[in-house]
């Protein structure tokens, strides 16, 4: 590859998604590789919050939790199709933190960040108020209620990187970095296709290491650099059960050992329940959640409501690493969520490597990113200034107001379509769901159906711009659809995008041979 990028990034997850999209926007050509599918790491495994963290109040991280309260309403205006507001449920009793220290923190997460759209934080009767219903009865009359949002985390990546590559970023998924150098004048870095093994060489002027987990090994290992900040690997594991009671509202219990997990209504029939924090230590591509885990999180939640949850009700489980940056915190759950970037600039060409972070400031950390790099960067584009702010995300262009009234908008010109298939695309997609639904006139035009709603149209969209590639793709990170589907519908998915791609490889070979 001939061209010299202005900026290579490594890792597809959510912060080298954001920086690519921020700077393709501002008018640098990017490039990403991603040595698996977006989003497969410990981007798709979070507890699907955008949030302050009302927890870190605690341990005194006002500016992040200052920054994360600003966030949660930029991005739900972003992208109000994968975004949206909760509310959150405490119980009280006076074993855990007392009522006047929780009412400090709600004031201070009500006011801290500048709230305009979200509702305030308010008391609950829990004797009287539907959030009540599901608790041990007799056990809390007492709780508060704040607001939150909530995101399909692997689509926020996927958006961010749709939008890059929209603005001229080249995204490359499947392709692993092995060999990074600086020779004549500019980054080299050397890049494998991890399904042909086929190798190539890309050039640029700078270079972001966003690979998560993996940030000290693309350090050392293949850039030969010895990190001056190190990673502090955390497991974080949740479980999905069966729906456990009808309201919309979430909870976050607090645990006798200060550990707190959230209860959370999920793709409308189940419900989410995480997450655990424990130290790791191993490949982070093979964590999984342990026996002891499942039965923390069962009796954690059991503790507080009517009907325990028990191992059998366990319907799915996920568990991922986080990367956070090592403070030295003695546990696991006071390590910082903040973000810490490391540059070395030898020969004035600049890498710079991201530890920590968290989802809800992806956006905010993309920015500063850049300022770090601006130095490195050409001349011309040094004074653009930031825009993601303002510029919605794919299928974030609403001309109604929610997902609701978007699904009400696609059943009137595609009648033939179901309210809950037209609001699952509307939530996935936005107004970019018309592009699925295209000309067809009957859900047979619509081609095969996979189950669930899950159609052939939907499947060839999400393959052709959204560097999908298999079931597993589709099933769990595009979609939650992997929870609808049966193991013989999920075989048979696969089955039909291996000759779809198959297909399109002869295709696109014929194409070079002409």
Known sequence: MDQVFDLAIIGGGINGCGIARDAAGRGFSVFLCEMNDLASGTSSWSTKLIHGGLRYLEYYEFRLVREALIEREVLWRLAPHIIKPMRFVLPHHQKLRPAWLLRLGLFLYDHLGGRKLLPPARTLDLATDIAGAPLAKGRFTRGFEYSDCFVDDARLVLLNALDAAERGALIRTRTRATDIKRADGVWQVTIEDTRTGARETIRARS????????????????????????????????????????????????????????????????????????????????????????????????????????????????????????DGASEAKAATRDYVFELDSGDDLPLLSIFGGKITTYRRLAEEALERLAPFLPESLRRREGWTAKSPLPGGDFDVHGPADLAAALQAAWPFVEPDHALRLARAYGTRARDILGKATSFADLGRHFGATLTEAEVRFVMTTEWAQTAEDMLWRRSKLGLRLTPREAEELESWMRSARDVSATQRYAGERA
């Open 207 to 326: 270079l972001v290491n966003a690979a998560g987990p993996w940030v000290e090994d693309v350090l050392a290992r293949k850039a030969g650099i010895h990190a001056r900040a190190g990673v502090r690997l955390v497991q974080g594991s949740h479980i999905v059960v069966r729906k456990l009671y009808a309201h919309d509202r979430a909870y976050m219990f607090q645990n006798e050992d200060g550990r707190i997990v959230f209860v959370i209504p999920y793709e409308n029939d189940f419900t989410l329940i995480g997450t655990t924090d424990r130290d790791y230590d191993g490949d982070p591509a093979k964590v999984e959640i342990t026996p002891e885990e499942v039965d923390y999180l069962c009796q954690s939640v059991s503790d507080y409501l009517a009907h325990p949850v028990k191992l059998a009700d366990v319907v799915w489980t996920y568990a991922g690493v986080r990367p956070l940056y090592d």
